[in-house]
Structures are given as structure tokens and as C-alpha cells.
């Protein structure tokens, strides 16, 4: 598909406009990081493009509005990161309507055509996830150990997938009867502030027996881990399954407070959607080799770059500081007497 749409400004002599559209304010990474890198990398390689950064709010249909809004404006080309992939189709279909190219970006959308979609591989994401959870469950004596699961915003790709690789590992522990699952609910909109009264709900029901909350992003997390500060429970509830590697969680884990997340290339994420930008820029195809799988989303199937995760732990923090995301500075100010940043003074 890539390069069949009609001719941009840019084909035109014009100044080729870039819509980046955001999905929330609630996950924190799109306006630190991802911004400001697609961006930049938008400045390096098509320094003719202006990029116009709109943010959803969490509102799909405020999304399609603002893709309406870019269009009627002479977009080139939209770099989408969908509010809620459920109610995509009107704005892809309005940008189909419009020839105008949509790179999805992190999130997937349903019910229309895309040239190509970047996204961690959520599968992986969830089987680490898991993998972790089960490790740190075959350390708990006893059986029956309950557990809460808290998961993210129903119907998108990411969502499933990382239930389905955290299940890889946690369904066996649930047949043996190692573990039982206490409570369980899905995120709207991943927002924290849910998060937090479902965990004191679950808590109050349980009289605070749970061994384990397992979630699937920092956000989620760092929310949880304040509910158990707030009750006394730090150290006696643990808190596993992040995402994202926020600089937060980060610090959390170097505290001991959070046990892990899942570290992702987000500078790298934001490269590979640059280069695909300019590449529909310059009427070219996807550079060889990019494009290692496909997405279903109930049109067609997108290709698919899907990049690699990482779990990252206290023991493993150095892998976040040598990939220059974080200082070990950073992560470690809230308590730079922590064991772990003792050892890196």
C-alpha cells in the first residue's frame, strides 16, 4: 500500500504536514518521550515536514474530530496512536476517504486500512510478564496463594496479547492450585485512578491476604504500589508487571517498592515510524527487511514491525542506564541510599 496514495504537498512543492496523534495524557510515555523523539527524528530525516502533535484525551470520538480537522488542514501523512482501537474504523475510513497515508503507531485500529503498524511485541511482553510472576509465586510457600490481576483497556491488540503471554505461565500455576486469582478487572483507558480503587476494593474483600498483583504497565503499577504504602503493606504485597520503564517505576524498583517492568526501545520505536513517514514522503516503499509480521484488524492485515522487549529488575537496572534512557542519577534520586544505588554512586 505504501506510496499508492495520491500527491502531498511535498510532491507539490508544498510544506508536507505530519500529524502525530496522541491517545491520553493518563500513559505518561507519549507526551515525554514519544513526542519529543518522533519529532526529532522527523527533523532529521524530512526537515521540509512540520509535525503537529493533537492529543485525544481518551476520547475516540475527540480523535476522529482532530483526524477530521487534520485532513480538511492538508495532512500528509497521520502517525496514529488510537485513543481506543474498538472505535477506529470512521477515523481510518476518513483518512481511506481522503487518501491520506495513516502509519498506526503502538496501538493497533480496527476496521480500515493503514500502510504499516510499530509496536512492541506485546506477545513477548506478556510472556515476560508471566515468567516473572511464576518465579517469584514458586517462591512463596504454600498453596492457594491469591493473587490480583489487573489488566489494561479492553478490545486492543495489546491487551489480549499480553493476557495471552502472561496466561502461558500463570494457567498452570491456577490448575495445580498454586494460585488462585482473587480479583481480576480490565483498565478503561489504563487509567491509574481506577486502578487504585479497584486494588483497595480487592484488598478490603480479601483483608489484604494477597500474595501477588500482576498488572501490565507502569502506570497501572506505580498506582498499586501506593495503595500498599498507604495501608502499611510495602513488602508484604509485591507488585510485578510493568511496562514501559517510566522513569518512576524505575526509581520504584531501584527502591525496592516495584518489581519489575518491561524495558522498550522507545527511541528506537520512534526511528522505525519516522523512517516509514518519510519513506510515504518521498513516494517509496517500506525500507527492505523492516516488516517482520502482520496484524488482523478485521480489514486487512497490516504489515507489522514488531521490536523487541526487554525485562528489566533491580538486578538488571544497568541495562536502562547503558542504553542512555535514564542516569543512574535519575533513578536514583528519591533514595540514593537504597542498596542499589549504593552501588553505583
Given at each position: 500500500?505504501?506510496?499508492?496514495?495520491?500527491?502531498?504537498?511535498?510532491?507539490?512543492?508544498?510544506?508536507?504536514?505530519?500529524?502525530?496523534?496522541?491517545?491520553?495524557?493518563?500513559?505518561?510515555?507519549?507526551?515525554?518521550?514519544?513526542?519529543?523523539?518522533?519529532?526529532?527524528?522527523?527533523?532529521?530525516?524530512?526537515?521540509?515536514?512540520?509535525?503537529?502533535?493533537?492529543?485525544?484525551?481518551?476520547?475516540?470520538?475527540?480523535?476522529?474530530?482532530?483526524?477530521?480537522?487534520?485532513?480538511?488542514?492538508?495532512?500528509?501523512?497521520?502517525?496514529?496512536?488510537?485513543?481506543?482501537?474498538?472505535?477506529?474504523q470512521g477515523t481510518l475510513t476518513?483518512?481511506?476517504?481522503?487518501?491520506?497515508?495513516?502509519?498506526?503507531?503502538?496501538?493497533?485500529?480496527?476496521?480500515?486500512?493503514?500502510?504499516?503498524?510499530?509496536?512492541?511485541?506485546?506477545?513477548?511482553?506478556?510472556?515476560?510478564?508471566?515468567?516473572r510472576a511464576a518465579d517469584l509465586?514458586?517462591?512463596?510457600?504454600?498453596?492457594?496463594?491469591?493473587?490480583?490481576?489487573?489488566?489494561?483497556?479492553?478490545?486492543?491488540?495489546?491487551?489480549?496479547?499480553?493476557?495471552?503471554?502472561?496466561?502461558?505461565?500463570?494457567?498452570?500455576?491456577?490448575?495445580?492450585?498454586?494460585?488462585?486469582?482473587?480479583?481480576?478487572?480490565?483498565?478503561?483507558?489504563?487509567?491509574?485512578?481506577?486502578?487504585?480503587?479497584?486494588?483497595?476494593?480487592?484488598?478490603?474483600?480479601?483483608?489484604?491476604?494477597?500474595?501477588?498483583?500482576?498488572?501490565?504497565?507502569?502506570?497501572?503499577?506505580?498506582?498499586?504500589?501506593?495503595?500498599?504504602?498507604?495501608?502499611?503493606?510495602?513488602?508484604?504485597?509485591?507488585?510485578?508487571?510493568?511496562?514501559?520503564?517510566n522513569l518512576a517505576a524505575l526509581?520504584?524498583?531501584?527502591?525496592?517498592?516495584?518489581?519489575?517492568?518491561?524495558?522498550?526501545?522507545?527511541?528506537?520505536?520512534?526511528?522505525?515510524?519516522?523512517?516509514?513517514?518519510?519513506?510515504?514522503?518521498?513516494?517509496?516503499?517500506?525500507?527492505?527487511?523492516?516488516?517482520?509480521?502482520?496484524?488482523?484488524?478485521?480489514?486487512?492485515?497490516?504489515?507489522?514491525?514488531?521490536?523487541?522487549?526487554?525485562?528489566?529488575?533491580?538486578?538488571?537496572?544497568?541495562?536502562?542506564?547503558?542504553?542512555?534512557?535514564?542516569?543512574?542519577?535519575?533513578?536514583?534520586?528519591?533514595?540514593?541510599?537504597?542498596?542499589?544505588?549504593?552501588?553505583?554512586?
Open positions: 500500500m505504501l506510496g499508492a496514495c495520491g500527491p502531498t504537498p511535498a510532491d507539490e512543492g508544498g510544506t508536507p504536514e505530519i500529524y502525530f496523534l496522541l491517545p491520553n495524557t493518563i500513559t505518561t510515555r507519549f507526551i515525554q518521550q514519544d513526542e519529543p523523539m518522533f519529532t526529532d527524528f522527523m527533523e532529521m530525516f524530512a526537515p521540509e515536514a512540520t509535525v503537529t502533535v493533537r492529543n485525544a484525551e481518551g476520547d475516540p470520538a475527540r480523535q476522529q474530530r482532530q483526524v477530521e480537522s487534520a485532513i480538511e488542514d492538508g495532512a500528509s501523512v497521520l502517525v496514529l496512536i488510537s485513543a481506543d482501537a474498538r472505535f477506529s476518513a483518512a481511506a476517504d481522503a487518501q491520506v497515508p495513516v502509519v498506526l503507531y503502538d496501538h493497533d485500529a480496527i476496521g480500515g486500512p493503514a500502510e504499516a503498524l510499530v509496536i512492541f511485541d506485546s506477545l513477548e511482553v506478556g510472556r515476560q510478564q508471566g515468567s509465586l514458586a517462591a512463596m510457600p504454600g498453596d492457594g496463594l491469591k493473587i490480583a490481576r489487573v489488566e489494561g483497556n479492553l478490545g486492543e491488540y495489546g491487551t489480549s496479547q499480553f493476557k495471552q503471554g502472561q496466561d502461558e505461565f500463570l494457567q498452570p500455576l491456577i490448575n495445580s492450585g498454586k494460585i488462585r486469582v482473587a480479583c481480576e478487572t480490565a483498565i478503561e483507558d489504563w487509567d491509574p485512578v481506577a486502578a487504585q480503587a479497584f486494588a483497595k476494593e480487592c484488598l478490603d474483600r480479601e483483608n489484604n491476604d494477597i500474595a501477588l498483583f500482576v498488572t501490565m504497565n507502569d502506570d497501572l503499577a506505580q498506582a498499586i504500589v501506593a495503595v500498599l504504602a498507604e495501608r502499611g503493606l510495602t513488602g508484604r504485597v509485591t507488585v510485578t508487571g510493568g511496562q514501559d520503564a526509581q520504584l524498583i531501584a527502591q525496592g517498592l516495584l518489581d519489575n517492568t518491561i524495558y522498550k526501545n522507545l527511541s528506537a520505536q520512534a526511528k522505525v515510524a519516522a523512517q516509514l513517514t518519510t519513506a510515504i514522503l518521498h513516494g517509496e516503499s517500506i525500507p527492505p527487511g523492516m516488516v517482520n509480521g502482520t496484524i488482523d484488524n478485521q480489514y486487512m492485515a497490516v504489515p507489522t514491525i514488531f521490536l523487541p522487549v526487554q525485562n528489566i529488575t533491580k538486578e538488571n537496572l544497568d541495562i536502562v542506564v547503558n542504553a542512555g534512557f535514564y542516569t543512574w542519577q535519575q533513578i536514583c534520586e528519591p533514595n540514593p541510599s537504597s542498596a542499589v544505588c549504593r552501588d553505583h554512586r
